[in-house]
């Protein structure tokens, strides 16, 4: 009879609990260095949180000439003006700066842009953004994503118990500051789309963590007097062969995008592997830790124990 791949033999007992000090303090530092990176660094922001003017274009004789292009349109006195390769070498991905005179005068570069490079380029996608409207969308990606850490704490709250609450948001907030942090170093553009990604890992780094917390609160009812580190640790390993193996597919399939999707996509596709990584990691050695650190109790309060018997009243 075939038997499938185990990536995790059962029975397995690693004392994730024993290093707790060790995890916490390396995230700690991890967390530190991602503010500073976005101190000093920042974000590059693109142009849908800026504002500007972005084309797509392809060369129609040929590899684009960068240089060449990067020559004519420096003498349109644009300002700010980045060109860069963007998937194949035909295609050119040209991004100017917010101009004076509102939105007639974004429109007026694409204009510019055409007449100086004649007919040796087609422009496949023109995106126009003004400052007003960029400074709405910055807000409200903001807005966007704390209102999803809020909510969850709320959900977690009322699901589990206000340690379990707090643990996940813990959680949450280390992969969304790492995430953070990953794109100041490296410079990636930051636009709407991981913005999307970011709420995207912030469910799957929830699901991986309330997982976690449905086998933590089966096993506070079933061993009433494991230690609580122990219970833990048993948790842990009980869900970590589908931690895992979810993971991995996740992976295997972000790969794919990320080497086949297209530079479109690859921004998107990158915070989501790194999203799957930090959130594996924060849902095992982070989300337990703190229950351990906020003393978890199997107290009566849908955590394990049946709530108390009022005794009867006395008969005269």
């Known amino acids: 009879m075939f038997r499938g791949i185990q990536f995790i033999p059962s029975g397995t007992k690693i004392p994730f609990l ?12 991890a967390i530190a260095v991602s503010l500073l990176l976005l101190v000093v660094y920042g974000l590059n922001f ?5 504002g500007g003017t972005l084309m797509q274009v392809r060369s129609l004789e040929g590899p684009a000439d960068i240089a060449e292009i990067r020559r004519k349109i420096s003498k349109l006195g644009l300002g700010d003006v980045q060109i860069q390769n963007f998937g194949s070498p035909r295609d050119v991905l040209i991004r100017v700066e917010t101009q004076k005179g509102g939105e007639k005068a974004q429109q007026a570069v694409v204009v510019k842009v055409k007449k100086a490079l004649g ?15 960029s400074k709405e969308l910055v807000e409200e990606g ?36 790492l995430t953070l942090g990953i794109f100041s170093l490296l410079q990636l ?9 970011i709420l995207t890992i912030v469910g799957y780094s929830l699901n991986d963590t309330v997982v976690v917390f449905d086998r933590v609160r089966e096993n506070l009812r079933k061993y009433k007097k494991m ?5 833990l640790d048993l948790s842990v ?10 993971s991995v597919t996740t992976m295997l399939a972000l790969a794919s995008l990320y080497i086949f999707g297209g530079e479109v996509i690859r921004g998107f596709t990158f915070a989501m592997m ?10 095992v050695v982070i989300a337990s830790p703190v229950l351990s650190i906020l003393n978890v109790t199997r107290a009566w309060s849908g955590l394990g124990g049946a709530k108390p018997k009022q005794p009867s009243p006395s008969r005269a």
């Open 237 to 246: 390993n009980e869900t970590l062969s589908r931690t895992v193996l979810t």
């Open 189 to 197: 553009e930051f636009n709407l789309s991981i913005i999307a990604a």
């Open 46 to 50: 693109g142009i849908d949180f800026k």
């Open 18 to 29: 024993s290093y707790r000090k060790l995890t916490l303090i390396s995230s700690g530092i």
């Open 142 to 177: 903001i807005l966007a994503v704390i209102s999803a850490i809020l909510a969850v704490l709320v959900y977690i709250w009322f699901r589990f118990e206000w340690q379990f609450a707090v643990g996940a948001v813990a959680a949450l907030i280390h992969d969304v500051i």
């Open 274 to 283: 790194w999203g799957v990584v930090v959130g594996t990691y924060s849902s």
């Open 119 to 133: 007919k040796t380029m087609a422009f496949e996608r023109t995106e126009v953004v003004g400052p007003t409207v």
């Open 227 to 231: 230690p609580l580190l122990e219970l």
